[in-house]
């Protein structure tokens, strides 16, 4: 069964840092857009950051500009997020989200454009 699992969410004081794992059960991230999303309780589901399947191009939603750092590494089959400087307004589930497999050196915060997604995983971002 093809599934994205989510990991290294938890509680954490503001200011402080987390990196989330995401990992595929039944098929690679290799040759696929990854994203990263979240989701508040009453908010909206928002695209917080993503990284092309070509080496390269990454994006991230101006409320983590400079603060969140998307990766990949190809020899884990796994892409992380790293978070610092977390605000109390970071808190939600964080979803990895990943596109069937393609070639692009874009990737987008779109969530309709990702075929696969995990369970996510909570960020809880309080003193």
């Known amino acids: 069964q093809s599934q994205l699992v989510e990991s290294g969410g938890g509680l954490v004081q503001p200011g402080g840092s987390l990196r989330l794992s995401c990992a595929a059960s039944g098929f690679t991230l290799n040759f696929r857009n990854i994203g990263w999303f979240r989701q508040a309780p009453g908010k909206e589901r928002e695209g917080v950051s993503c990284i092309s399947s070509s080496p390269g191009s990454t994006y991230y939603a101006d409320s983590v500009t400079g603060r969140f750092t998307i990766s990949r590494d190809s020899a884990k089959d796994t892409v992380y997020l790293q978070m610092n400087n977390l605000k109390p307004e970071d808190t939600a589930v964080y979803y990895c989200?990943?596109?069937?497999?393609?070639?692009?050196?874009?990737?987008?915060?779109?969530?309709?454009?990702?075929?696969?997604w995990g369970q996510g995983t909570q960020v809880t971002v309080s003193s």
């Open positions: 989200v990943a596109t069937g497999r393609l070639l692009s050196r874009l990737c987008t915060l779109r969530a309709g454009t990702y075929n696969y």
